[in-house]
Structure formats: structure tokens, C-alpha cells
């Protein structure tokens, strides 16, 4: 019963899973996804830590197991990969675009406030809310904001 | 090769990141500001998933039915072979800042050469490890600067924190039979070549931070044998209280 599913159909599957830190983007969006395929009729999926700390990676493979039970596929086994290690590079312009829209300033060198794309931003903190954001502050709307880090 | 010995080996870098994650966690809701004490708690984080990751790795060598929890939380103070500066009290501020930057600058240098190791799972850990290390080096550095460069009174307690845990630093490049045995097989990390690099880091940012690098009058070890200072064992008391009282409890 598996088989007959494709893999393009479990990506697409997956991209509706939102990140539970930062939902306006997907499981895949940022990037810890890194395989999915069949064997027999077993679909195996490969995902990476962002941070090795992230306490979210245990609930992230929670969802993945619970959407594909809703779908019906229940013969699933997910595996972590370490290396490569997870990179921020991996987001397309597309990702960094939606976190902007989401007041997130994406991972890049150089930082803009997502508001009102200032140039003129503070750090406030190297660690944000959660381990892949710092938090900084616009100088000019005065808008706190979380910068994604980039690594 | 001796698997036993690539479980010592495995057991310390677990042992480091476990007990150095504790002592930040004690931090939590005593940090000095809400953004320090988030970033306190971001770096025990990682600490704790580094350990996790080294941990279960120790535990697959060990075989049987052995988990990272056991590993964890069923050991006594005799069987835990971590530098014995991961374990010391977090005192002050500065006290935290100066214990941290040590580690951060050695565990900086030390990952880079252990993702060349010959262990596969070894140098995908320290991959995804240089990445952390580097945020936590750049934090803790920073501190040191500004307190040390800072008040009078700033400048006096970083000094005395730098001072007072100066003597557990030399441990951290003490090459034991373990570490001779990893090094000939390459998989491990010869430490004696990365202590000049260490102390060119570290002569840097304590002259930024315009303090004195403290003679090496005293200097201790003991912790990768089991010989600890007497506060291991007060930490493991609490981090271990739940499985000694509801041993395998789960939740």
C-alpha cells in the first residue's frame, strides 16, 4: 500500500508540516529533510538537527510520524544524519522571504530590520527565544525583531 | 582497536558537555539580565545535546542494553571522567564567563581537529559541535572583555575568576594513555598541539580585556581518572536525585 505513494508525494507532504518554533515556514523550508525514500515497502526519512540542543527535533519527528498516520502510511522510519552538518544555506530565496514576512530577519551577513529595512540595528542578544535566533533591535523604527543565524 | 578504550574516549567529551550543561542550567531564572539568562540557558542546550549525542555513542560501543540515560544517571562520581573545570561552582558572574571562555576557546581548537578524525561519528559530531562552540566562544570572549575592560569592581572579580580557575586549565591538555592510543589510531585529538594555539587566544582577549594571564603556580588534574573536587558530587546528587529515588521512571 505504501508503494503506490511517491516520494515527490511525501515532500509535498511534508511542506505542509510548519516548523512549531517558527510556523510561517515548513519542516522542509528549514531545511532538516535531507531524504526520503522507499525500500521494500518501508518509507525512510533522513532528517538533521538544526542545533544539537534543539529541544524541538523530537516533537518535529512527532509530526512527521503523525501526518504520514494520517495519510495512512504507517510502515515509516526516520533516521538523523549528522553530517553535513545543518547549514543555513540550505534556505532558498523564497524561505529567507517568508521569514521577513514574518518579522524574522533571515540568515545572512548582513542585517536588515524586517520591518522597515533599516541598516541601523543592535544586538540585544546572541541568543534569542530559541537556539537559531539572536535578538536584535532597529534604531530607527525601534522595532525589537529575531535575526535567524546564520551557520 | 580496543573498543574499551574508544569508550573512554567517547565517555569524557560526553562527560564535559553533560556536567558543563548542568552548571548552566543552575542558572536558569538567576541570570543577571533576561537576555543573559536565555543565552544561559541556550548554551546548557546545546551542552546537554552535545552530550546526548556523545553519550549515546559511548552507549552503542558499550553494547548490551547500556543507554545515554544510564550513562547519565546511573554512574557514580568515581566513574565520571570530565575535566575537573567543567564541574566547578558557577560562583559569580564572572566566575561562569571566565570557566566558559576557557572551555569555549579548548573545545573550539579541539573540534576542528577531532571533524578530521578517522571515527566517522566522532567527526560528525564535532561538525555540527565547532558551529555551537564558536557562538558560545564569541559570547563568553566577549564578556570577559567587557567586565574585565569594564568598572573597577567588574575588573576585580573577572581577574579573580580568572585567577581562581586558572589551576584546572592545564588538565584540559594532559594526553593519558587513552589520548596517546586515539591519537596513534587517528582518531583522536593531539592536545598538546593545539595548547599554543589556545594560549595565543587566550593571551589576546585577556590583553583586550586588560587583564593579567595568571603564572602557572599551581595547577591540578585528576578528573579523567574519577578524582574529582568535591563538587561533582553535589551536582550529581541533584542531577541524578529522580532515577536513584524512581529508578527507569520515564515520562
Known sequence: ?151 | MSKELLFKYVLTLGDDALILGQRLSQWVYKGPFLEEDIALSNISLDMFGRANLFLEYAASLKGSTTTADDLAFKRNEREFSNHILCEQPNGNFANTMARQFFLDAFYKLFFEKLAESEDEQLSAIAQKSIKETTYHFRHSSKWVIRLGDGTAESHEKMQSAIDNLWMFTDELFEMNEVDNNMLTQKIGVDCLTIKAKWDQIIDEVLSEATLKRPENIHMTSGGREGIHTEHLGHLLSDMQYLQRAYPDAEW
Open chain 1, 1 to 151: 500500500m505504501v508503494k503506490e505513494i511517491s516520494t515527490h508525494t511525501i515532500w509535498e507532504l511534508l511542506k505542509t508540516i510548519p516548523d512549531p518554533e517558527i510556523p510561517a515556514i515548513s519542516i522542509v523550508d528549514l531545511g532538516i529533510v535531507r531524504k526520503v525514500y522507499f525500500e521494500e515497502t518501508t518509507l525512510y526519512i533522513t532528517v538533521t538537527p538544526t542545533y544539537s540542543g534543539c529541544p524541538a527535533m523530537s516533537f518535529m519527528k512527532d509530526e512527521i510520524i503523525r501526518h504520514l498516520e494520517l495519510q495512512g502510511i504507517t510502515n515509516c522510519q526516520i533516521n538523523t544524519s549528522l553530517a553535513p552538518a545543518w547549514t543555513t544555506d540550505w534556505m532558498s530565496d523564497e524561505v529567507k522571504t517568508k521569514l521577513k514576512e514574518a518579522g524574522i530577519a533571515p540568515p545572512s551577513a548582513e542585517i536588515n530590520c524586517p520591518q522597515c529595512d533599516s541598516k541601523k540595528v543592535q544586538v540585544v542578544s546572541e541568543f534569542g527565544s530559541t537556539a537559531c535566533k539572536a535578538l536584535y533591535k532597529c534604531l530607527d523604527c525601534l522595532e525589537p525583531f529575531h535575526h535567524f543565524k546564520p551557520i
